[in-house]
Nanobody, 121 residues
Framework: VQLQASGGGLVQAGGSLRLSCAAS????????VGWFRQAPGKEREFAAR????????LYADSVKGRFIISRDNAKNTVYLRMNSLKPEDTAVYYC???????????????WGQGTLVTVSS
């Protein structure tokens, strides 16, 4: 599967953005998908993930209550709605996917290129 992340940009603190992760492949609906982010000078960190049906979601404490992950399997797309953005949310955001549900659900095989989100204070 190939992933294409988009939707990043410059936004003021308190604002919102919606990121999209578009996937190729007919079986994308079977994949779990995650969003990760990497701030300048920091390691990549987990932000959110969603299961194949959209019913199972998990969020990092740092984004819980502000970010919402969702998916539209008919469009082969996963979204990350980011509300109440803070300057510390500034990072390159990556989406990732995997069809293996037996191992560590925070490990992913397929990765897209990142999309930059910059939050100004």
């Amino acid at each position: 599967v190939q992933l294409q992340a988009s939707g990043g940009g410059l936004v003021q603190a308190g604002g919102s953005l919606r990121l999209s992760c578009a996937a190729s492949g007919r079986t994308f609906s079977r994949y779990r998908v995650g969003w990760f982010r990497q701030a300048p000078g920091k390691e990549r960190e987990f932000a959110a993930r969603i299961g194949w049906s959209g019913d199972s979601t998990l969020y990092a404490d740092s984004v819980k209550g502000r970010f919402i992950i969702s998916r539209d399997n008919a469009k082969n797309t996963v979204y990350l709605r980011m509300n109440s953005l803070k300057p510390e949310d500034t990072a390159v955001y990556y989406c990732a996917a995997d069809e293996d549900y037996s191992g560590d659900l925070l490990m992913f095989t397929y990765w897209g290129q990142g999309t930059l989100v910059t939050v100004s204070s």
